[in-house]
């Protein structure tokens, strides 16, 4: 009988697996076969900056840019960070696409609003 079988936890989510021995030995010997490979690393200015995790949650559960996370972690609108910067409505909402490259000086007026590096607006 090669029939795996799930034991569930309270909420009814599986939490651990029962397998036959020769399947989980294949399974074993399938890790031992990959290959890993090791990626070059190149060091650059912002190996020491960080971004929240309260952020990065937002862009990832939300789909947003990292200026569009930061604009809500901070819990503005684009019109209120337009307002504080002087920059129109429409210049936030295009640095906010996830293409875009903002300018510098525009990242330094974001970063004065969201209390952070300018730094921690570039990916």
């Not at 090791?38 to 952020?55: K, R």
Request: glycine share 2%.
């Amino acid at each position: 009988m090669n029939k795996i079988q799930f034991i569930n936890d309270s909420a009814g989510q599986a939490e651990y697996v029962v397998m036959p021995v020769a399947e989980y030995k294949r399974l074993v010997a399938l890790e031992d076969e990959l290959e890993f490979q090791d990626i070059a690393y190149h060091a650059d200015e912002h190996d020491d900056v960080t971004i929240p995790h309260e952020v990065v949650n937002l862009m990832l559960d939300q789909d947003v840019s990292l200026l569009a996370a930061w604009r809500i972690f901070r819990g503005m609108s684009q019109q209120e960070v337009a307002q504080i910067t002087g920059l129109t409505q429409s210049s936030i909402s295009q640095a906010e696409k996830k293409a875009s490259k903002p300018q510098s000086k525009t990242c330094e007026r974001l970063a004065a609003v969201y209390q952070c590096e300018p730094s921690q607006l570039i990916l």
